[in-house]
């Protein structure tokens, strides 16, 4: 049984750990099992075979930043691990390397690091990059010969091409599984020694929801379907349906989850975080100027009636219906005749401003991310 401190510290780790795994992929199965097989067949092949007749896999994962490509390389060979390590076959080591920035010397130094490999150098002299690849050959052919390696190269793109070359011929050859991920396709001549490529696209709203979901419930050690919904959605919206967005604007809402319990999270809260990590996510003042300059006065007083709805309400949305209670409200207040027309019409023009979104799972439901304070100063203005 988990005890508290140990749920905090995976909580914490759900958000703010780069090589925290889930224990369930969504949405991902086709690929996941491709790999999974793909490894599988490979090391079927190598355990049947002469030593020197090893040879190893290359796998690249490519898709969007923030697509999950480094996730579900981490579970595919997390799961290897643990199946054959239940079987009794030769263990899996896996190595990770974060190719982000890094030059070919570097990026050595990286492997050498991670191989365990020890460098007799005279100080302050310069590298000798050739002795270098032999020594991580030498031992990547030791590595290779009693067990699975599998030696995992994130956000390649980067990566100088002579770099790739060597990697593909110096380390694959010796039975050493490669595996990179990738924000864009290569055309360089290192696509040519590539096994296979996955293409990751971005994710449905419905799976995409369920992974945030997830997120939720780890990192807060409760679910809270109201804000997983309203995450997804201001994704949805403003970028691409994609976890890493959504996990940013976990990571803001945190600090005050944390404090006070995820129900002390507030829809002012959730907007704030989410303009920090949305960067699509922008208001045109001038526009927003414009439209509460030419509003009717039945309009100026529907939107304070749904500013004020969302500055009292402990909801996240407001249904079609709450919407049209709102309206005849308004219309009340200035003895102005209701019409469904008109009704419809400012539903219409508060989409057009993006002052109102739909759900994307619930069309009927709508939510904002402009602040009700926001819109009380534009209307105060106007009103005043």
């Not at 092949?45 to 994962?61: E, F, K, Q, T, W």
């Not at 379907?225 to 309203?230: G, N, V, W």
């Not at 009292?312 to 219309?331: D, G, M, P, V």
């Amino acid at each position: 049984m988990q005890t508290t401190t140990q749920t905090h510290l995976e909580g914490y780790r759900s958000l703010f750990d780069p090589n925290f795994v889930p224990a369930v992929i969504v949405g991902r199965n086709k690929e996941f099992q491709f790999i999974r097989g793909f490894l599988i067949d490979n090391m079927a092949i190598r355990s049947g075979g002469a030593p020197n007749d090893h040879y190893g896999a290359s796998i690249l994962v490519n898709g969007l930043h923030g697509i999950g490509k480094s996730t579900l390389v981490r579970k595919v060979i997390a799961d290897l691990e643990t199946e054959v390590c239940c079987e009794k076959q030769p263990a899996v080591e896996n190595v990770f390397i974060n190719c982000t920035g890094k030059t070919e010397a570097e990026l050595l130094m990286d492997l050498v690091g991670k191989l365990a490999i020890e460098l007799s150098m005279p100080p302050d002299s310069l590298p000798d990059m050739a002795g270098i690849w032999s020594a991580i050959r030498a031992r990547a052919g030791k590595l290779a010969a009693w067990s699975y390696y599998n030696v995992c190269f994130d956000n390649m793109e980067s990566i100088p091409v002579t770099f790739l070359s060597k990697v593909s011929s110096g380390l694959k050859n010796l039975g050493i599984n490669l595996l990179f991920t990738s924000t864009i396709r290569n055309d360089h001549v290192f696509v040519d020694n590539l096994d296979v490529s996955v293409d990751l696209d971005v994710y449905s709203t419905q799976d995409l929801e369920t992974i945030v979901s997830q997120r939720v419930e780890v990192a807060f050690s409760t679910p809270a379907p109201a804000l997983s919904r309203l995450v997804t959605d201001a994704v949805v919206e403003f970028d691409s349906p994609r976890p890493g967005t959504c996990i940013n604007i976990l990571k803001y809402l945190y600090p005050r989850a944390n404090t006070g319990g995820i129900d002390s999270v507030s829809l002012a809260d959730i907007q704030e975080c989410a303009r920090n990590a949305l960067s699509g996510m922008s208001f045109n003042e001038l526009d927003l100027t414009e439209f509460f300059s030419d509003a009717s006065i039945a309009m100026l007083m529907f939107v304070d009636n749904i500013a004020t709805f969302f500055a009292r309400s402990e909801t996240f949305y407001i249904t079609r219906k709450e919407l049209h209670n709102l309206y005849f409200e308004a219309c009340e207040c200035i003895e102005n005749g209701k019409s469904a027309d008109e009704f419809e019409a400012f539903v219409a023009s508060l989409l057009e401003h993006s002052i109102l979104f739909k759900s994307s799972r619930e069309p009927s439901s709508f939510f904002s991310m402009i602040p009700a304070t926001f819109l009380k100063n534009y209307l105060d203005e106007v009103l005043a």
